[in-house]
Nanobody
Framework: VQLQASGGGLVQAGGSLKLSCVAS????????MSWFRQAPGKEREFVAA????????DYTDSVKGRFTVFRDNAKNTVYLQMNSLKPEDTADYYC????????????????????WGQGTQVTVSS
């Protein structure tokens, strides 16, 4: 599975960005998906996850109420809508995929994901 993330850029604090991640697999609907981020000098951290059914989502506390993860299985794409962006959201954002037999499974640990995208840079200016 290859993942291609896009949509990053430079935005002012309070602004919005929408990230996209397209997967090259015919069985996208069998993969739980997630977004992680890594800021300069920091470890990669979990941001948001969504089950392959789309019915279950999870977020790290710092983005709850501001970010929304959703997917379109017909387009093999998972999205991360980011609103009310803050300078502390500045990071490289990575999408990841994990096969699951359970429609409602979500994974928040990086070790659970076998496939990773290349990252897209998000910079939020104050």
């Amino acid at each position: 599975v290859q993942l291609q993330a896009s949509g990053g850029g430079l935005v002012q604090a309070g602004g919005s960005l929408k990230l996209s991640c397209v997967a090259s697999t015919r069985t996208f609907s069998s993969y739980a998906m997630s977004w992680f981020r890594q800021a300069p000098g920091k470890e990669r951290e979990f941001v948001a996850a969504i089950s392959w059914s789309g019915g279950v989502t999870d977020y790290t506390d710092s983005v709850k109420g501001r970010f929304t993860v959703f997917r379109d299985n017909a387009k093999n794409t998972v999205y991360l809508q980011m609103n009310s962006l803050k300078p502390e959201d500045t990071a490289d954002y990575y999408c990841a995929a994990a096969w699951s037999q359970y429609s409602g499974a979500v994974f928040t640990r990086a070790v659970s994901y076998r496939y990773w995208g290349q990252g897209t840079q998000v910079t939020v200016s104050s």
